[in-house]
């Protein structure tokens, strides 16, 4: 009975292999492709070994487990055909050999030949700041543009309680457009297993993507709590300085805050042309599209001085105008080869620094903290993306302050500011709930709809 349990079990596994690489018994799926693809990750991650080295060894145990299908097969079947005595010795190995073979050629015709489209699928890049938890869609489609294959790297930086910012702002890139997108979202440990969680559920499993750990260590003595400050420092913030390190292979990528919705598709932002020497393209804040927000006590927001301490003997020897137009680094455009040619993340690392020492940034700082040292790194030294792709401000306040066919017409929306999408006021909620996906979870919840059920109640 054990035998031809074993027997059975062993056939089933074959069988369904060669008919459509899927194991189903009950509720229980088993997927040849996808241990594949786990077995390759175990030697590439775990182990640190290369691409080519964990190839090797993943292909090696993939051959050896089928290679041990087809023993039992051919162990059970010599024992059976052996007892009924119909055939020699011989005779029943010769049978099984040619039984074995055939199979074995099968099955590699419906599953390892189809692993090369599998490590397409796979983004393999080394020197990840931190822990490397990779994740990646076996199955994830590949599309074709102008004739090629082209990855388009998208960074988001996803902290949990903003996941559901990060998770609309995937979704809404992934529906609009038709080109290879690679989402590396950088996230801190405690969050990985929720964000991979939620991106295995629903529209969202066919995304190629890599969650990769930011290392805070990175911040030491670059950053300082401020007591005028309300909020705390958030270390994924400063993720976009180190975008070379998240994303060490790629020559361009876009970086994007997790409270934007794209509308548009997001090839045309890649291909946002920067001049010869410029490593990055932002969106100027003295564009036509962007309101001129005024902050009471200081500079405005968009110039200069609203985020630079122009006392500071510092600031005023490096000769930039205090009404100089600032932009906007919540959505760019990096050329990474220029970037790491000029020591980008060096120079923003060096301000950082002196920050601490002797507080050079405006006391009323009128946006993100991580403005102030990009803005003197690229000081007239960066290009600019079409205003349409940062039309912001949308959180600046709870009222709507665009049209609704402007909105519409945006090819990117901006919630920057203190009243965010998912928060219990903002504005144009309903053009972001259609991108949001609830958690399967339940951690993540939106707060404006407790509001709503203990009203009613």
Partial sequence: MVYKAVSYWKYFIIMTAIKNSDLKLGSWKL?????????????????????????????????????????????????Y????????????????????????????????????????????DSGIVGPQPVDFIPNAPQRVVDGREEDIPVVIAASEDRLGGAIAAINSIQHNTRSNVIFYIVTLNGTADHLRSWLSSGNLKSIRYKIVNFDT???????????????????????????????????????????????????????????PGHAAAFSEDCDSTSAKVVIRGAGNQYNYIGYLDYKKERIRK?????????????????????????????QLEKWMKLNVEEGLYSRTLAGSITTPPLLIVFYQQHSTIDPMWNVRHLGSSAGKRYSPQFVKAAKLLHWNGHFKPWGRTASYTDVWEKWYIPDPTGKFSLIRRHVEISHTK
């Fill in 318 to 346: 490096l000769s930039m105008k205090a009404s100089t137009c600032s932009f906007n680094p919540g959505v760019f455009v990096a050329n990474l080869t220029e970037w790491r040619r000029q020591n980008i993340t060096s």
């Fill in 217 to 275: 260590k990175l911040l030491e003595g670059k950053v300082k709590e401020d007591p005028d400050q309300g909020e705390s420092i958030k270390p994924l913030t400063f993720a976009r300085f180190y975008l070379p390190i998240l994303v060490p292979r790629a020559k361009k990528a876009i970086y994007m805050d997790d409270d934007v919705i794209v509308q548009g598709d997001i090839l045309a932002l890649y291909n946002t042309p920067l001049k």
């Fill in 81 to 124: 055909i052996r007892q009924k005595r119909k055939m020699s010795f011989r005779k029943v190995n010769i049978v099984i050999l040619v039984l074995a073979v055939a199979l074995f050629l099968l099955v590699l015709h419906h599953n390892f030949l189809g692993l090369s489209s599998l490590l397409r699928n796979e983004v393999s």
């Fill in 31 to 79: 997927n040849l492709k996808q241990v594949y693809g786990r077995i390759y990750h175990i030697f590439t991650s775990c182990f640190c070994l290369n691409k080519s080295v964990g190839i090797l060894m993943a292909t090696v145990m993939y051959l050896l487990t089928l290679g041990a299908c087809f023993c039992f097969v051919g162990l059970i079947t010599n024992i």
